[in-house]
């Protein structure tokens, strides 16, 4: 296999989508580096071309990007810290100290990748979300510069990371009191990941997330309007891509929704195979949750 044909792919991918250069790497490199990349002229970074493959909706085979051993250790360390998220392992720390000293210096785009993940071990074990926001902001700002805080970024591209850190800035929002920003952002990476640049096996990685925080803020807001479609568009998204994180979460609203509008038993069936999966999955901290919510509304309490 030729070293270089990454480039090739990317730019075949880009003209499919009819997407143009500029738009594809705006605040991750130049115009001129992408040219470079295309015609197979540089040796791209792993993370510029993961990030630009991400701002195509797409994700890409980094075992054909050439590594240094400290590019490779960190790739090893990256899957470990998303995995981590992905099972909501809170103890990341000793992976994070080891990404921090490896030898080579950083570069933005790790930088960017290693201040998320300091921020999601931040959030889940000191709960600092008044301190958590500037820097998340600024993190954000490493590849969106112009962004400004109470703006929804105006580019037409994000990657994957870029869409993660607008979900946390949305969930500091929601826990400092300004629901309203939060929706306003998880309404609108809802919107995205709908516009069809993103393909399917990405958008089931954190769709069913944004529609989560929808579903349960606006609960929390007093307002269940969407709960069903939203939790069905969430559960279906997991089931065909055995997401199983957020899948019994969705499942348990489904059931909501039906107790609520009078199919009980309906309900109570997809309630009780939402409580299933959690113990198969070993999630046992969620199940007083649930049944504190049934309490509060459905009024009901069944296991």
Not at 155 to 178: M, P, R, W, Y
Not at 213 to 237: A, D, P, V
Not at 244 to 269: A, D, M, R
Request: proline share 3%; net charge neutral; aromatic share 10%.
């Amino acid at each position: 296999m030729e070293v270089y044909t990454i480039g090739r792919l990317l730019k075949a991918v880009r003209k499919e989508k009819k997407i143009s250069q500029l738009d594809m790497c705006r605040g991750l490199c130049t115009k001129a580096m992408v040219s470079y990349i295309e015609n197979e002229l540089r040796v791209p970074h792993r993370k510029l071309i993961e990030a630009l493959f991400s701002r195509l909706g797409e994700s890409v085979d980094l075992t054909k990007v050439p590594m240094t051993k400290a590019d490779f250790r960190r790739a090893n360390l990256e899957h470990k810290l998303d995995d981590c998220v992905a099972i909501e392992k809170n103890d990341t720390k000793e992976f994070l100290d080891e990404y921090l000293s490896c030898k080579n210096s950083m570069t933005h785009l790790e930088r960017q990748f290693f201040d998320l993940h300091e921020s999601f071990y931040m959030n889940r074990n000191y709960d600092k979300y008044d301190s958590m926001l500037p820097k998340l902001v600024d993190t954000l700002r490493i590849t969106i510069p112009d962004y400004k805080l109470h703006e929804f970024p105006k580019q037409k591209l994000l990657s994957k990371t870029e869409c993660v850190i607008l979900n946390n800035i949305a969930i500091c929002h929601f826990n400092l009191g300004d629901e309203d920003e939060a929706l306003s952002i998880e309404y609108k990476l809802k919107d995205y990941f709908e516009s069809g640049i993103v393909c399917d096996s990405e958008k089931a990685v954190n769709y069913p997330v944004f529609l989560f925080h929808i579903i349960n803020w606006e609960r929390i807001r007093g307002s269940t309007e969407h709960m069903k479609q939203y939790s069905e568009l969430g559960f279906e998204w997991c089931r065909r891509f055995g997401k199983l994180t957020l899948l019994p979460l969705h499942l348990f609203y489904i059931g909501v929704s039906e107790i609520n509008s009078g199919s009980v038993e309906v309900g109570k069936s997809h309630v009780l195979l939402s409580k299933n999966i959690l113990e198969t999955c070993s999630k046992l901290d969620e199940i007083p949750v649930m049944r504190q919510l049934l309490k509060d509304l459905c009024g009901m309490e069944f296991f």
